[in-house]
């Protein structure tokens, strides 16, 4: 059987896997073309990775005992497949795109590699590095896509809000133009 998931493991976990996909996505963005956005990406990543630090020492305070393992196992279960998500479709036409732009130089499949490296890597010493299954991308537990995800994984299938009457965006109500799409 799963064993529960309590609230504070949960979030440690999903805090240590997302913090861990940021730090390689902001390595890949700090080599955008645009050298001032580079310098923004590269100036966050710091600070991301100090949020990760204190998700590492949760974590490793909860893997401490054989009950916080389990814990910490199961939300790895559940939360592991859907970070690595995060990383896009392999082979993507998007990515070739953004390449010839400049704002990509590793594909996806490369990021998703360092990601589950960098798991591999802070899971081992707290004894949970056997509940990361690299082959398990993408397969999420229970029938269909994601919650609130479209079954492409490119779009959020979320409806927009409709304030300020039709077609209006909220914040635009009243000023001349309000509620008209782009061009």
């Known amino acids: 059987g799963i064993a529960a998931i309590s609230k504070q493991a949960d979030a440690v976990v999903l805090n240590v896997l997302q ?67 995060s990383f896009g479709t392999a082979n993507s036409t998007r990515y070739e795109t953004l390449r010839r732009f400049g704002l990509r130089h590793r594909p996806n499949e490369a990021l998703l590699a360092d990601w589950t490296a960098a798991v591999q890597a802070t899971l081992a010493p707290l004894g949970l590095a056997d509940h990361v299954d690299p082959g398990h991308r993408g397969q999420h537990h229970g029938a269909g896509p994601a919650p609130g995800l479209h079954p492409d994984r490119h779009r959020r299938a979320l409806p927009r809000a409709r304030l300020g009457g039709a077609g209006g965006r909220g914040g635009d109500r009243g000023r001349p133009g309000a509620g008209r799409g782009p061009g």
């Open 19 to 85: 913090g861990l996909a940021a730090a390689v996505t902001l390595a890949e963005m700090g080599r955008v073309s645009y050298a001032p956005l580079a310098e923004v990406f590269r100036a966050i990543a710091p600070r991301e990775q100090r949020h990760t630090d204190l998700g590492i020492t949760g974590l490793t305070d909860i893997a401490a005992t054989d009950a916080g393992r389990a814990e910490a196992a199961a939300s790895l279960a559940y939360w592991r497949p859907r970070v690595a998500d």
